[in-house]
DNA sequence: CGATAAGCTGACGGCATGACAGGACATGTA
DNA sequence: TACATGTCCTGTCATGCCGTCAGCTTATCG
């Protein structure tokens, strides 16, 4: 219920909200700044979202729904010999791209999810679950044929932890950096651990 | 430069500060609640510290102090056979129960240090070097010995990595939880991971 | 008890919030 | 072009927090 005008008001002041969360702190981003920056007034915010975490819920929507073509980094992949190799760096690479590109509205998402806000928790699940998934049951399978990394293991435990630790390393490499994880010396590893994880054996030279 | 009495009004607006980073967002955190809750005025606050910023960054200090014993987790552990396992296990148990107890003020570090703020950045990084680096040199030790979980992987990109996923599962269980991850299976899951990335084995049964 | 310093607060200008009513604009009709 | 209509935007206002100052209260010491 909204005319073509209103529309473009509206995208506007979402592109202007993600502009500020990537310059601003989320604590300093304050509705008059954004509706500033959109050449429109604060009352004209107000009409289109109650409070600035509402629009920010709807940029983490957007953000989700991009999400999907994760899934694409796990389905249909083998993980033996030197293709599980390329498999796993494919998939941290492809992780880490995607967790740095939506890196300011992330970083959002995960604290109002961390507060308890079920709305974000169900939001960072969602787009989790786009890699997770897939690869909790790539692991079944492999577990299935007597591979992979342990007997009794929980396969959504183990990919739901690969895959919440490449996207906390994405969004923290500074820290990292100054613990001597050089940015080189960052995918080898990560690319280790995930083969690690999922087939149990290193990857292949 | 401030006495007893200072001293304790000081420490009960941090402690009253630290409590409402507990049970409200962090956008929301106003320097008059903090100051109510303490039985003070707004005025008495900014007496001690310029923003909430600042007395946020001391409350950081304090993990960071406490952060130190974390080290004990991975010095002069084995990590071979069952006394492996068992180290594994410590180690996971040990950072999950930290990054728990002092979840409110972890986040916040974490949100502060995204979003590129050094003073937090440094904090993070000193925070999880209690666990880093030694378990970087427990790695750099194995490899030596021509064990551990592949020639050519940075010990400190692997001790980060595994150090990082562990804090951040335990930041979001709710998430891991949606997604098939019981609570019962995580821990398994993470001591299996991270005695993978140690050692490039499988813990002993 | 009186003096000095440390500690606290009431009060104020400034700014953001969030709601409303009315003005500005685009679109369709003649 | 003139006009009608519904959508969209904004000026304005009450409210509440921010951050600062002058001045008051409380502790400490001679």
Redesign the interface.
């Known amino acids: 219920m909204a005319g073509r005008r209103g529309q473009a008001t509206r995208q506007k002041l979402l592109d202007c909200l993600g502009k500020m969360l990537s310059t601003s702190?989320?604590?300093d981003v304050r509705v008059i700044d954004v509706a500033r920056k959109a050449g429109t007034s604060p009352a004209t915010f107000y009409q289109y979202f109650p409070d600035v975490?509402a629009a920010v819920l709807e940029l983490a929507e957007v953000t989700l729904r991009e999400s999907a073509s994760l899934s694409e980094l796990v389905a249909g992949r083998s993980w033996t010999g030197k293709a599980g190799r390329q498999t796993a760096e494919e998939l941290v690479d492809g992780v880490l791209a995607f967790w740095r590109r939506h890196?300011a509205i992330l970083?959002v998402v995960?604290?109002?999810?961390?507060?308890g806000?079920r709305r974000f928790?169900?939001i960072?699940?969602r787009i989790?679950?786009a890699v997770?998934?897939p690869l909790?049951e790539t692991i079944d399978g492999l577990q299935a044929r007597g591979r992979g990394?342990?007997g009794?293991?929980?396969s959504?435990?183990?990919?739901?932890?690969?895959v919440?630790?490449l996207?906390?390393?994405s969004?923290?490499p500074?820290?990292?950096q100054?613990?001597?994880?050089?940015q080189t010396?960052?995918k080898?590893?990560?690319t280790?651990?995930v083969h690690?994880?999922v087939t149990?054996r290193?990857?292949a030279a």
Chains 1, 2 share one sequence.
Do not use: F, N
């Not at 995960?110 to 507060?115: K, M, N, Q, R, V």
């Open positions: 702190p989320y604590r975490e890196d970083r995960d604290l109002a999810a961390s507060e806000d928790v169900r960072r699940t989790q679950g997770v998934k909790a990394s342990g009794g293991i929980s959504a435990a183990l990919a739901g932890s690969l919440t630790m996207a906390a390393v969004a923290q500074k820290s990292l100054s613990l001597g994880a050089k010396d960052l080898p590893a990560l280790t651990l690690l994880g149990g290193k990857p």
